[in-house]
């Protein structure tokens, strides 16, 4: 298992080729590509690349599939006996990117082709049958 460990929107997000992420919001449209240079870490066949503080020539590439905004969270501040309280709700604007490939000096370690080859169809697989 390939995987890379990215900083974008202030956050440390672990990313695997062939899923898609929620991160903060990234100003690019839809189906637009996307590369992040800021990897720390890559670990590609039990050998791991640590970054002091990037890994050079790294880069992991994406594209955004949409731009939506989270579940709602309520802010409630009261103080007791002052009769003050005020609510306040906050939404946070995510985009979701779908991770293309992960690349370490111009070399394609894991592309999405690749990790959706590898995962196992349950619907190709013949059911057991039950033992009498």
């Known amino acids: 298992m390939t995987y890379a460990i990215i900083e974008t929107g202030g956050k440390q997000l672990k990313v695997e080729a062939g899923r898609f992420y929620d991160i903060e919001?990234?100003?690019?449209?839809?189906?637009?590509?996307?590369?992040?240079e800021a990897v720390?870490?890559?670990?590609?066949?039990?050998?791991?690349?640590?970054?002091?503080?990037?890994?050079?020539?790294?880069?992991?590439?994406?594209?955004?599939?949409r731009h939506f905004r989270g579940r709602k969270v309520l802010v409630y501040k009261m103080k007791p006996?002052?009769?003050?309280?005020?609510?306040?709700?906050?939404?946070?604007?995510?985009?979701?990117?779908?991770?293309?490939?992960?690349?370490?000096?111009g070399a394609v370690l894991a592309s999405e082709?690749?990790?959706i080859a590898q995962t196992p169809d349950t619907e190709d697989q013949p059911a057991k049958a039950a033992v009498e």
């Not at 919001?25 to 992040?36: G, Q």
């Open 113 to 115: 082709d690749v990790a």
């Open 25 to 36: 919001l990234l100003t690019v449209e839809p189906d637009e590509k996307v590369t992040i």
């Open 81 to 105: 006996k002052k009769k003050t309280r005020k609510k306040r709700g906050h939404r946070q604007e995510i985009t979701r990117l779908l991770i293309n490939s992960i690349n370490l000096n």
């Open 40 to 65: 720390l870490l890559v670990q590609h066949d039990g050998e791991v690349t640590i970054g002091q503080p990037l890994v050079t020539g790294a880069t992991v590439e994406g594209t955004v599939l």
